[in-house]
């Protein structure tokens, strides 16, 4: 049985997020004086806080055992189960972000293929993601042809982004 180690960095950024968002909220909401302005960015930032509690409490805890592969909350309350038998391929996508220097992150993106799921686990969130990569994708193929269609339709996301900031560029002047 493999269980999947949590990166407390993932946790603590979580929680970070839940106490900000909760004090900006409150203070937008009640300490400042009241405007529209102020009631709509102390409701922003409190649906930000509870939608941070929601992913903290949700945040997924994986199971490997010979059979299943079974994810948890992070309070122990079982979300799915499935049979590893059932995985048919998998997908691994190589990211990274644009930011530089201390910012600047890479993971990679496991997802597992069944006759009718999908289930992604990112390298980003297990500090045993190797372990549990070995384990998931024992004898199974990597599906190349849904690779190639993730690198497609990225592509097309960001051609559409730049077309529409070209777009809006040339509005403005």
């Not at 909220?25 to 922003?44: K, P």
């Not at 994986?62 to 309070?75: N, P, R």
């Not at 201390?102 to 969130?125: C, E, N, P, V």
Request: proline share 1%.
């Amino acid at each position: 049985m493999i269980k999947s180690k949590t990166k407390t960095s993932e946790v603590i950024l979580l929680l970070i997020g839940i106490i900000i968002t909760s004090l900006l909220g409150v203070i937008f909401l009640f300490y400042i004086n009241y405007q529209r302005f102020h009631l709509v960015i102390g409701l922003i930032n409190l649906s930000l806080s509870l939608l941070c509690i929601y992913h903290f409490y949700n945040y997924p805890v994986l199971i490997i055992t010979q059979k299943e592969l079974i994810i948890k909350t992070i309070t122990g309350k079982d979300k799915r189960r499935i049979l590893l038998s059932t995985i048919e391929s998998y997908t691994e996508i190589k990211k990274e972000n644009a930011g530089q220097g201390i910012a600047h992150r890479k993971w990679q993106d496991l997802t597992l293929i069944g006759d009718d799921f999908t289930y992604k686990i990112s390298s980003s969130a297990y500090r045993n993601y190797p372990e549990l990569r070995n384990r998931l994708v024992k004898g199974l193929k990597k599906n190349k042809k849904e690779e190639r269609r993730w690198h497609d339709r990225n592509l097309t996301q960001w051609g559409i982004g730049l077309i529409i900031f070209v777009f809006l560029f040339l509005l403005i002047l």
